[in-house]
């Protein structure tokens, strides 16, 4: 862990605390073109792979330079269909986001907007499916991090594969710490990012998708630097990205996924978020605090919390307090009621959140605060 390190623990959905080893990774240059990092680029494109339980002669894993968004941009750019029609399926900012990046590449969408905090169903994907065959893609994002809600993935996945529609999901914020098994549940196009669960540092996304996807998506996007094909097209060629690569994210990045597997790959990350998320929920309850959804559909990675509805209660003093106390926290991203979010993802165990839970309760009586949120004032239960 951090003890080494005087600085705050970033209880955030990314960029997270990191090891000191995936710190140190970072104290050398690496030429681009040079066969060292070209095998190193390549190690990690297929311990990717393994991870998602992918076969390689189906999927190829393609990385991105950037920040999780460009991966996101240039998988729905190759993997949508120009005369296709994509069903968006929406509860929180990045259902909003994907959307947003199909209009701009002028793809044709529909949506099913579930609002703040309510989980898709398969059963209305299905439905929807069945009203609209111009349908050829589905987006789904699995951890809709701006609540911390899980959804439905393999059971949504089951109702979209059994239609023969391509299946996309944004599992930026959930892969390598929640199980997903592409040999197990139809997913055609997966993206995630290095500064989420496998806990590098931030500089690249990447997308594991299926192969004959990709060969279809040449020619297909708008962007130059965010053609997919072609920059699978150049590495499979050459062993290179094919723009410079943030070279000290992707060793970072190995370090990183090879203390993945000491901790026992995803069952073991997901094992330990998990326990942070039960110290935290339980925790934060005992102080009087609510959580935005029922337990059911908590994530291990984030959760949401109402703000306490006492005036005395404010984002940016409380937000204050704990960074002066070594912790970071996040704002909330709903619309209709005020929150915050706490991540449980990152170099963190049950000993951290116990020290964050007597900061919290330390600011609080700073700030005159009772924790209590006055739930009749706002409609935040799921
Ligand atoms: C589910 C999800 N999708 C997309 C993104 C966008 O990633 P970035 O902010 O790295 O562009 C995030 C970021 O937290 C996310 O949690």
């Known amino acids: 862990m951090n003890k080494d390190v005087k600085e705050p623990y970033l209880l955030t959905p990314g960029p997270l605390t990191t090891s000191y080893a995936t710190k140190a990774a970072m104290l050398r240059d690496w030429g681009s073109w040079d066969d060292d990092f070209n095998q190193v680029t390549a190690d990690v494109r297929t311990q990717l792979l393994v991870m998602a339980q992918a076969a390689s002669n189906e999927y190829a894993c393609v990385p991105m330079q950037g920040s999780g968004t460009f991966a996101v941009e240039s998988a729905l750019a190759c993997a949508t269909d120009p005369d296709g029609k994509v069903l968006v399926l929406m509860n929180g900012a990045y259902g909003k986001r994907a959307a947003q990046l199909l209009q701009m590449m002028g793809r044709r969408y529909v949506t099913l907007d579930k609002g703040d905090y309510l989980p898709p169903q398969p059963n209305e994907v299905a439905a929807l499916l069945q009203q609209d065959p111009e349908i050829t893609a589905v987006f789904l994002v699995h951890c809709e991090t701006s609540s911390g809600i899980l959804n439905p993935l393999e059971a949504i996945a089951e109702v979209v594969h059994a239609r023969g529609k391509t299946l996309i999901v944004d599992a930026m914020s959930s892969f390598g710490g929640i199980p997903i098994s592409l040999s197990k549940t139809p997913i055609d196009v997966l993206v995630s990012s290095a500064n989420k669960c496998i806990e590098g540092v931030p500089g690249f996304g990447f997308v594991i998708i299926r192969r004959a996807l990709l060969e279809a998506g040449k020619g297909r996007t708008h962007s130059l630097s965010l053609d997919l094909h072609a920059q699978w097209a150049y590495m499979e060629h050459t062993g290179q990205w094919r723009f410079t690569p943030p070279t000290h994210a992707v060793v970072a990045f190995q370090a990183a996924l090879a203390q993945h597997r000491e901790e026992g790959g995803v069952p073991g990350r997901c094992a330990r978020y998990t326990r942070n998320r039960d110290a935290l929920v339980n925790g934060m309850r005992a102080l009087g605090f609510s959580t935005l959804l029922e337990d059911e559909w908590l994530s291990p990675i984030i959760t949401t919390f109402l703000s306490p509805a006492d005036p005395a209660f404010e984002f940016n003093a409380f937000y204050a307090a ?19 979010r706490i991540g449980c993802i990152g170099q963190l165990d049950v000993s951290v959140i116990e020290t964050l839970l007597i900061a919290i309760q330390d600011a609080l009586a700073d700030m005159d605060v009772s924790p209590i949120a006055d739930l009749s004032s706002q409609s935040g239960s799921a």
């Open 322 to 340: 704990l960074k002066a106390r070594g912790f970071l926290i996040y704002p909330g991203k709903l619309t209709a009621v005020d929150s915050f």
